[in-house]
């Protein structure tokens, strides 16, 4: 369904409902063209809905949170020709099997506070558990914009349980489990065909939810943007070359930390493998499609294991890519309380990408309903391709890409790079690391030195666009006066 059809079917939808989200400027979100999934089974227990996440168990002032079952037949789907590196992949059908997994959402209590946009996160099992690192890394946008979530349990593992990629503290007896094992009482009905399924049951949970769904009280969303961080990301890039050509349900895409593969089509009953796609082919993302794609890549994800400096593309007027200096694939606030118990020999990152996510979903919701582009950042610097190698300074600071003030007014060095520790979590979560008091005696005449300069830098930060206004306070917060010398 190209643009002006999106269009006229909104507008005829705005004509015919009392809906919110129809306003002049809305690009109206994709309408059902296709199956969609039965949501109307409200999932209850004794225990609440279970996501692995330091939200586990939280509320959100304004916000109510539902739980359901999302059943229907899924196709999966074999792609015609090469998978090749342009992304301009050709699916087609293939497989069908019956699902009954589930959906968590989370949406305003009051329809006068929504603000027409469904974000749909693909759910991500790299933990062995459902996890929502998107919607934790952009919850306080998510609610001062009145956004509705969507956590898709998109994959076998998360939901019959299956192999773990990393465990993280806290996560033992829980990772590898799935939902099932978990809470059987809950979420004994549920019944995943496959990974192969994956992207058409995703496809039909958004469908639905464009659609004027009684699980979203009805409200017709303006827009859809799918959202997914590491493997799940990953997923996507699956999803856009080669099944959103077919589906065309989303209005936008959020990309954040994906790896240089693809998430692989495979057979029914099995677990894509990830793991074993690494050193794969190198697909980017396909140029010939409307729907845009903002790409935010951490330090650490630009070269290790995930190498994504191998499949950078150029900006255009459907892409963008930020690679954020001084941040890592997951850090000391997605991990929230358990980023204590983590021993990766040195202290694990402690840089402000959430603050820069929240700005870059910000800039894709406007380039999605209005269509002004998001700012564009420099690319970070690399020493070597081969292998590849960021390029640091003396302190051992990336230079290039993305600069926010605890990078460019430094008391700590933050960086991709892991620490010592050989555990795969540990090569996920860079590091910080003091800088020696002598080097900061060189670099601040005074702590006041230091505090202008970093404000002066986190309002340069704010006016590229980098982070929001709002969250201004929150980079201020990550300055440490206490560190230089009065």
């Given at each position: 369904?190209?643009?002006?059809?999106?269009?006229l079917?909104?507008?005829?939808?705005?004509?015919?409902?009392?809906?919110?989200?129809?306003?002049?400027?809305?690009?109206?979100?994709?309408?059902?063209?296709?199956?969609?999934?039965?949501?109307?089974?409200e999932?209850?227990?004794?225990?609440?809905?279970?996501?692995?996440?330091?939200?586990?168990?939280?509320?959100?002032?304004?916000?109510?949170?539902?739980?359901?079952?999302?059943?229907?037949?899924?196709?999966?789907?074999?792609?015609?020709?090469?998978?090749?590196?342009?992304g301009?992949?050709?699916?087609?059908?293939?497989?069908?099997?019956?699902?009954?997994?589930?959906?968590?959402?989370r949406?305003?209590?009051?329809?006068?506070?929504?603000?027409?946009?469904?974000?749909?996160?693909?759910?991500?099992?790299?933990?062995?558990?459902?996890?929502?690192?998107?919607?934790?890394?952009?919850?306080?946008?998510?609610?001062?914009?009145?956004?509705?979530?969507?956590?898709?349990?998109?994959?076998?593992?998360?939901?019959?349980?299956?192999?773990?990629?990393?465990?993280?503290?806290?996560?033992?007896?829980?990772?590898?489990?799935?939902?099932?094992?978990?809470?059987?009482?809950?979420?004994?009905?549920?019944?995943?065909p496959?990974?192969?399924?994956?992207?058409?049951?995703?496809?039909?949970?958004?469908?639905?939810?464009?659609?004027?769904?009684?699980?979203l009280?009805?409200?017709?969303?303006?827009?859809?943007?799918?959202?997914?961080?590491?493997?799940?990301?990953?997923?996507?890039?699956?999803?856009?070359?080669?099944?959103?050509?077919l589906?065309?349900?989303?209005?936008?895409?959020?990309?954040?930390?994906?790896?240089?593969?693809?998430?692989?089509?495979?057979?029914?009953?099995?677990?894509?493998?990830?793991?074993?796609?690494?050193?794969?082919?190198?697909?980017?993302?396909?140029?010939?499609?409307?729907?845009?794609?903002?790409?935010?890549?951490?330090?650490?994800?630009?070269?290790?294991?995930?190498?994504?400096?191998?499949?950078?593309?150029?900006?255009?007027?459907?892409?963008?890519?930020?690679?954020?200096?001084?941040?890592?694939?997951?850090?000391?606030?997605?991990?929230?309380?358990?980023?204590?118990?983590?021993?990766?020999?040195?202290?694990?990152?402690?840089?402000?990408?959430?603050?820069?996510?929240?700005?870059?979903?910000h800039?894709?919701?406007?380039?999605?309903?209005?269509?002004?582009?998001?700012?564009?950042?420099?690319?970070?610097?690399?020493?070597?391709?081969d292998?590849?190698?960021?390029?640091?300074?003396?302190?051992?600071?990336?230079?290039?890409g993305?600069?926010?003030?605890?990078?460019?007014?430094?008391?700590?060095?933050?960086?991709?790079?892991?620490?010592?520790?050989?555990?795969?979590?540990?090569?996920?979560?860079?590091?910080?690391?003091?800088?020696?008091?002598?080097?900061?005696?060189?670099?601040?005449?005074?702590?006041?030195?230091?505090?202008?300069?970093?404000?002066?830098?986190?309002?340069?930060?704010?006016?590229?666009?980098?982070?929001?206004?709002?969250?201004?306070?929150?980079?201020?917060?990550?300055?440490?006066?206490?560190?230089?010398?009065?």
């Amino acid at each position: 369904m190209q643009a002006p059809t999106k269009l006229l079917l909104a507008a005829a939808l705005c004509l015919a409902t009392t809906t919110i989200g129809c306003g002049d400027d809305d690009s109206g979100a994709a309408q059902p063209t296709g199956p969609t999934a039965d949501l109307s089974e409200e999932i209850t227990g004794d225990n609440p809905p279970f996501i692995g996440s330091p939200n586990l168990g939280a509320t959100f002032p304004g916000y109510v949170e539902h739980e359901y079952v999302a059943a229907g037949t899924a196709v999966s789907y074999r792609a015609i020709g090469e998978m090749t590196e342009d992304g301009r992949w050709t699916f087609e059908e293939d497989g069908s099997a019956d699902y009954r997994t589930r959906v968590l959402l989370r949406y305003p209590d009051d329809s006068a506070n929504f603000s027409g946009t469904v974000i749909v996160e693909w759910l991500n099992v790299s933990g062995g558990i459902d996890a929502g690192p998107d919607f934790d890394s952009l919850t306080e946008e998510i609610l001062r914009q009145g956004h509705a979530w969507a956590g898709v349990s998109a994959q076998l593992i998360g939901v019959e349980g299956g192999p773990v990629l990393v465990v993280a503290p806290g996560a033992e007896g829980l990772a590898g489990e799935g939902l099932k094992n978990i809470d059987p009482q809950r979420y004994a009905s549920l019944q995943h065909p496959g990974d192969g399924f994956s992207f058409d049951i995703f496809t039909q949970i958004a469908r639905e939810l464009g659609s004027g769904s009684a699980a979203l009280e009805g409200w017709v969303p303006s827009r859809i943007i799918a959202a997914g961080e590491s493997q799940s990301a990953i997923a996507l890039v699956t999803y856009y070359n080669g099944v959103h050509p077919l589906a065309d349900v989303f209005d936008g895409f959020f990309i954040h930390s994906r790896g240089s593969v693809s998430l692989p089509l495979v057979g029914p009953g099995e677990w894509a493998d990830l793991a074993g796609s690494l050193g794969g082919a190198n697909p980017i993302f396909r140029t010939d499609l409307d729907a845009p794609i903002f790409e935010l890549q951490a330090e650490g994800d630009v070269t290790g294991i995930l190498a994504s400096a191998d499949v950078r593309q150029p900006d255009s007027d459907r892409f963008r890519l930020w690679e954020a200096a001084g941040t890592a694939h997951a850090d000391a606030h997605l991990l929230g309380p358990i980023a204590d118990l983590t021993d990766c020999g040195v202290a694990i990152n402690d840089g402000p990408l959430h603050l820069i996510a929240k700005a870059a979903f910000h800039h894709l919701v406007e380039w999605v309903r209005t269509g002004t582009p998001p700012p564009t950042a420099p690319l970070l610097e690399l020493a070597s391709t081969d292998p590849l190698a960021i390029q640091r300074d003396a302190d051992g600071i990336a230079a290039g890409g993305l600069r926010s003030p605890p990078v460019d007014v430094p008391v700590y060095v933050l960086s991709g790079d892991p620490g010592p520790s050989p555990d795969i979590l540990c090569l996920l979560l860079g590091s910080t690391t003091p800088i020696p008091e002598t080097r900061l005696d060189e670099l601040y005449t005074s702590r006041q030195d230091y505090e202008q300069m970093y404000a002066t830098a986190a309002d340069q930060t704010i006016a590229a666009g980098y982070v929001l206004e709002e969250d201004r306070e929150a980079l201020l917060g990550y300055s440490d006066p206490s560190r230089v010398a009065e």
